[in-house]
């Protein structure tokens, strides 16, 4: 207890959530003064007996290392600036008393808030994170669509501005190849929330437990232009035959073959993005089963990183495996007064806290469970990653 701090949790209003009977206390472990995240006691009581109803206590004993050897403030704040970043971009939100999704302008981390090591100044490839969707006051994530009720379907199935059972099935195989084995499992049609229309969904699997075989197709067509949205494929047979052989595509050809894809089925929308590089899921192990590639949508020359296209590509087959569409008719507001970039950093800094931390991180160049680490890294406090452009 005597290496523990009691974390002030009054930016979050964690303990003064009404509906919660409990209220949450968490107790950071330091090592040397520095907070050392993930370990320590977390301990909720209940606000009217006064029992602990929940307690959780974690304290790593694996070598740490040495903050004498760490990099200046300075210098971490140059690597962080230069390797993740700040930009201007729209982040999404749905709007309670609209019940639409709305587009707001921030700045916010371009390549995500990625650690920095404090010992040797290198970024610590984390599955990036970007803060697309404000989630303030619990119900702010973005409503996409609702299944409908059997008084809305008959409503749909009159209207003649959306594809039919069989128009919206037709299209959908036109993007995948249904095997003889796959059977059609479901199908449904849903409204989206924000009235801009209605989604078929197909999906066909195939199972037999005595050869352990799976295959699973699902599929998304918009029902009112016959938009592909989204697209999942996974043959077990396919996978475990290809992965006896060496992989066929390397990176750049499996993202030639992404772009292909994109330019074939939805050629404005992909004119209208950019690519980002996600290194933490291309480049952890030596030969991927699939890649993975993102492009995100910028509205004004300014990125949308809520809304884009994202596919997978199977290394050893060159086959779409999956593929989403986040494409959202909406208003982008412009502003003026838009504060320059230095001034957004000078915000950042003097708002939040960026130093010294402990962590655990896990090496997957090593083998588990010897992969576990301690790193001493320079980070953000708690940060939702958003400024605000015009006041900082």
Excluded at 88 to 105: G, M, R, S, W
Excluded at 286 to 303: A, H, L, Q, T
């Amino acid at each position: 207890y005597k290496e523990m701090t009691l974390k002030d949790d009054s930016i979050y209003k964690l303990r003064s959530y009404y509906s919660s009977p409990a209220y949450n206390f968490y107790f950071v472990r330091k090592v040397n003064n520095i907070e050392f995240q993930g370990d320590g006691v977390s301990v909720s009581v209940n606000k009217n007996t006064l029992e602990v109803v929940n307690y959780n206590f974690n304290w790593t004993k694996i070598a740490m290392p040495d903050p004498t050897k760490a990099i200046s403030l300075e210098k971490a704040k140059e690597i962080f600036n230069k390797e993740n970043g700040l930009e201007l971009a729209y982040i999404i939100k749905y709007d309670q008393k609209t019940k639409k999704n709305v587009a707001k302008l921030v700045y916010t981390f371009k390549n995500g808030n990625r650690p920095i090591d404090a010992i040797t100044g290198k970024v610590l490839e984390y599955s990036i994170y970007y803060p697309v969707y404000d989630l303030i006051g619990g119900e702010g994530a973005i409503k996409t669509s609702l299944e409908l009720t059997p008084e809305e379907k008959r409503e749909i199935d009159q209207n003649k501005n959306y594809l039919t059972r069989e128009q919206a099935l037709e299209i959908a195989k036109k993007h995948v190849k249904i095997d003889k084995k796959l059977e059609l499992e479901s199908e449904s049609l849903y409204k989206n929330y924000d009235n801009s229309g209605a989604t078929w969904n197909f999906s066909w699997s195939y199972n037999d437990t005595n050869k352990n075989e799976y295959a699973f197709v699902s599929i998304s067509i918009n029902a009112e232009n016959g938009e592909l949205m989204s697209l999942y494929n996974y043959d077990s047979v396919r996978d475990n035959t290809a992965r006896t052989g060496t992989p066929k595509y390397n990176m750049e050809k499996a993202k030639e073959l992404a772009e292909n894809f994109l330019n074939a089925i939805l050629p404005e929308k992909f004119a209208q993005t950019e690519y980002r590089d996600n290194p933490y899921q291309n480049n952890q192990i030596d030969k991927p089963i699939s890649y993975n590639f993102n492009f995100i949508r910028i509205v004004n020359g300014i990125p949308c990183p809520g809304n884009n296209l994202n596919v997978t590509v199977n290394a050893y087959t060159g086959e779409i495996t999956s593929f989403y569409s986040n494409w959202m008719n909406i208003e982008f507001p412009m502003f003026e007064n838009i504060m320059p970039i230095d001034k957004a950093y000078e915000s950042l800094y003097n708002n939040v806290n960026f130093g010294l931390k402990f962590i655990n991180h896990y090496d997957y160049t090593l083998k588990a469970p010897n992969n576990r680490v301690v790193k001493l890294v320079y980070t953000f406090d708690d940060f939702s990653g958003m400024l605000d452009p015009i006041t900082g």
